[in-house]
């Protein structure tokens, strides 16, 4: 079945430095989703994006849609403390969401 | 305006038994789906009610089942339950054809 793959599976990092995560499908993608899930909470919808090549920023957050539509990622620049859950990508399959198993993103302070 | 509300937070069983969890979605929306998310995993899904039907169904056996209400709340029922569905469940609503789901916080279902 249809499924997407993610790396790193975790990421430690210094507050202040970068942080991307990658989104993988071996099959063309209609669209990608990103959603974070605090430690204890729920997944809260990101983004969607829809285009080839497309990149769209939320402050911080860069979040980029690969020109064959196979691949997606997003990238997190100078982490702060905020910044610290799980990162997950996921395709919209006729409205069914299929997951990534995530990434989490530890910071130190 | 409340958003996707769950109930109970957290559920302890013992093997065998059968339990019902509840959603209520967001104001204005009326499809609901549910997924399960074990530790440490990306939540999966378990199937989508729309008009009061089962719209969608993943890849999960027979002792999963639902119901949704004309009100468009939701309960998911499982039976026979086994320590394997130990899991948060989590409650998702949408407005048909929109892009963005809204998860609720959540049940903590432990099985023992």
């Known amino acids: 079945g249809q499924q997407v793959m993610q790396i790193p599976q975790y990421q430690h990092v210094q507050e202040g430095e970068d942080f991307t995560t990658y989104c993988n499908s071996s099959?063309?993608?209609?669209?990608i989703q990103w959603y974070k899930q605090r430690p204890g909470g729920h997944p809260v919808f990101l983004i969607q994006?829809?285009?080839?090549?497309e990149v769209k920023k939320q402050k911080r957050l860069t979040f980029q849609f690969g020109e064959a539509k196979k691949n997606s990622s997003l990238h997190i620049t100078a982490t702060q403390t905020t910044d610290v859950g799980t990162y997950f990508c996921?395709?919209?399959?006729?409205?069914?969401?299929?997951f990534g198993s995530g990434t989490r993103l530890l910071v130190r302070p | 305006d409340a958003g996707v509300t769950q109930s109970p937070t957290h559920l302890i069983k013992t093997r065998g038994q059968q339990v019902t969890l509840r959603c209520s979605p967001k104001?204005?929306?009326?499809?609901v789906s549910w997924y399960q998310q074990a530790l440490g995993q990306g939540p999966q899904f378990i199937f989508q009610?729309?008009?009061?039907?089962?719209?969608q169904r993943g890849n999960f056996p027979d002792r999963f089942s639902g119901h949704q209400f004309p009100n468009y709340s939701s309960e998911l029922n499982v039976n026979a339950l086994l320590l394997g569905d130990s899991a948060l469940y989590l409650c998702?609503?949408?407005?048909?054809?929109?892009?963005?789901?809204?998860f609720g916080p959540g049940t903590r279902l432990t099985v023992l």
């Open positions: 994006l829809v285009k080839s090549g």
């Open positions: 009610y729309y008009e009061e039907e089962e719209r």
């Open positions: 104001s204005g929306h009326d499809t």
């Open positions: 998702a609503s949408r407005s048909d054809r929109a892009d963005t789901q809204y």
């Open positions: 099959t063309t993608l209609s669209n």
């Open positions: 996921c395709m919209d399959s006729s409205y069914k969401l299929i």
